[in-house]
């Protein structure tokens, strides 16, 4: 069953274009923009809310971290990009979102309104989260995110030692934890790695789990399946009581949502849904929040995402929430997970690291300014 929007104002009925305003540079903004470019659209105007004038690709992380892939061939820059697909950028964050006036007010003062709103998965910023569970966090871990400040901070990690023997721990993030942990070993081989896994142990002792362990243990890095309760200078401390001896602390889970989005009634009540620690908005098979359909919040990679916003501008069917499109590589791998990229086997890992990167520089060449179909 396909979802039709709710008609608002239009061009044929009011004489002005339709507002659609993407706050946070997604894959998924940055595909919609793509998709303009393409076949502009005459019946809305299109914003771009971003704090950065470049964007890093998650999936492109572990490349620039192992040394695989230079940033500057991988990051892409939004006001050329903005400027090309027909989208004003804004260079700020936002402050307020007022949804009865459906406005946003950006923390410069400017004033937004917007019929449409999508929310990317990016304006997840808030690390106060991560300090109350882990005190010490603010003044001495290295978060993940954002990813453009971690990597303009990574260059000063390199030079901390000249040989690498650096004693490094990575703090969680599921599969994104390991794939950092093993990107970092790659790179400084002779540093000390340890992956502390958030207290998650694999559910069943299938191959996918073995292959993985074999990897992490093959590539001499520790894992800890416990999780961190502090930092402080030179030292984690778990919750087992043990204090693990680390230089440079790397935060990979997720912030928490900021406060402006804790503030505008988006999130689940905390009285509602006690046992969530990090809220976030409920959303339809559209991807559109629940009893807010003019406000999207699609995955990073939802290419769904271009289509429903362009349809709800036109009074269409909507479609539901799309993968990533031409990602079919990582599905052939992904019944054997990431172990697969840094297996104990140099040749094989070597070819497909290099087959992931040609796939990812194609795909994303079409989010350069200069690139046309």
């Known amino acids: 069953m396909q979802a039709r929007p709710a008609p608002v104002d239009s061009l044929s009925t009011t004489g002005r274009p339709q507002e659609i305003v993407l706050v946070g540079a997604s894959l998924a903004h940055l595909e919609f923009m793509a998709q303009m470019r393409a076949k502009p659209m005459t019946q809305a105007r299109v914003t771009l809310v971003s704090p950065d004038t470049h964007m890093l690709p998650e999936n492109r992380l572990a490349d620039i971290l192992s040394g695989d892939a230079e940033l500057a061939a991988c990051h892409i820059g939004l006001p050329d990009l903005a400027r090309g697909c027909g989208v004003t950028w804004e260079h700020d964050k936002v402050a307020r979102l007022d949804l009865s006036s459906q406005r946003i007010t950006l923390a410069g003062g400017r004033t937004l309104r917007f019929d449409w709103l999508s929310l990317s998965p990016r304006c997840w910023d808030d690390r106060k989260p991560l300090n109350t569970q882990m005190t010490g966090a603010l003044a001495h871990g290295l978060f993940t995110q954002p990813l453009e400040h971690f ?109 402006w989005l804790r503030d505008s009634g988006l999130l689940p009540s905390p009285e509602l849904d006690p046992t969530s620690a990090e809220p976030t908005p409920a959303v339809d098979a559209w991807s559109r929040c629940t009893g807010h359909p003019q406000v999207f919040l699609a995955a990073e990679a939802d290419n769904a995402l271009g289509h429903n916003l362009s349809a709800s501008v036109r009074g269409a069917s909507l479609r539901a929430a799309a993968t990533p499109r031409g990602n079919a590589w990582r599905g052939l791998l992904q019944k054997a997970g990431v172990f697969l990229i840094w297996e104990p086997m140099p040749l094989r890992g070597a070819l497909l690291r290099w087959a992931k990167a040609a796939h990812d520089h194609r795909l994303l060449s079409r989010y350069h300014a200069g690139h046309s179909r």
Not at 153 to 180: F, K, Q, S, T, Y
Not at 233 to 247: F, Q
């Open 151 to 259: 990597l303009a901070l990574w260059p000063r990690v390199m030079d901390l030692h000249p040989r690498g023997n650096l004693r490094i721990a990575v703090l969680a993030g599921g599969e994104a934890g390991a794939d950092i942990a093993f990107a970092i070993k790659h790179r400084l081989p002779q540093a000390s790695m340890t992956w502390v896994t958030g207290g998650a142990t694999p559910q069943e002792p299938g191959p996918q789990n073995g292959g993985l362990e074999a990897a992490l243990k093959a590539a001499d890095i520790t894992v800890l399946h416990d999780h961190a309760v502090g930092i402080s200078h030179g030292s984690v401390r778990l919750a087992c009581g043990a204090n693990l001896v680390c230089d440079v602390p790397i935060l990979a889970d997720n912030l928490g949502p900021p406060q």
